[in-house]
T-cell receptor, first 113, second 113 residues
């Protein structure tokens, strides 16, 4: 079955440490997205990529970095500059055309040790 | 710029009762509109979407929504609630021609026997 795989499901970060969240899709979608979800805040866009080797900042990009070297992969790094990283992180993909729905992975929950 | 307001962070209904979840949006250009559902510790699943054409949109699990341009609304309804409908629901807007989504803060639907 086609879909989006996020790993790990749970992740713990120590102070001052960078951590990388994995997102892989086999839907042959051009566009991929990273969202942060906090209770009562909905989903907020961190970064998105509409094509390989290109990506744009979303609304809350500070303290995060991404790469898009392959169509199927869009890893997110939470850097030590992100002072409040505890959240649920969701990856999504779409064919990039307006009006087409985004498909979501099952998320990674990041906590601070 | 676009924004979404979901009225009521929590909505409680009895099993068999009408479900009404409210969504109002603002968009500087004609919008695409979406409703997603999220079960605990999972990603989001698309319930339905409006792009163009018929303003009453039917989705999965018996849900439907009506696009009302004059009221800038896209409320979600279901005639008879089931216990399995208990989840968090998100309304989202995307300007026509764009693939990024702006989400509301979500409404938790509670269903009592």
């Amino acid at each position: 079955d086609g879909g989006i795989t996020q790993s790990p499901k749970y992740l713990f970060r120590k102070e001052g440490q960078n951590v990388t969240l994995s997102c892989e899709q086999n839907l042959n979608h051009d566009a991929m997205y990273w969202y942060r979800q906090d209770p009562g805040q909905g989903l907020r866009l961190i970064y998105y990529s509409q094509i390989v080797n290109d990506f744009q900042k979303g609304d809350i990009a500070e303290g995060y970095s991404v790469s898009r070297e392959k169509k199927e992969s869009f890893p997110l790094t939470v850097t030590s500059a992100q002072k409040n990283p505890t959240a649920f992180y969701l990856c999504a993909s779409s064919d990039g055309q307006g009006g087409q729905p985004q498909h979501f992975g099952d998320g990674t929950r990041l906590s601070i040790l | 710029a676009q924004s979404v307001t979901q009225l009521g962070s929590h909505v409680s209904v009895s099993e068999g009762a009408l479900v009404l979840l409210r969504c109002n949006y603002s968009s500087s250009v004609p919008p695409y509109l979406f409703w997603y559902v999220q079960y605990p510790n999972q990603g989001l699943q698309l319930l339905l979407k409006y792009t163009t054409g018929a303003t009453l949109v039917k989705g999965i699990n018996g849900f439907e929504a009506e696009f009302k341009k004059s009221e800038t609304s896209f409320h979600l309804t279901k005639p008879s609630a089931h216990m399995s409908d208990a989840a968090e629901y998100f309304c989202a807007v995307s300007p026509q021609g764009y693939s990024t989504l702006t989400f509301g803060k979500g409404t938790m639907l509670l269903v009592s026997p």
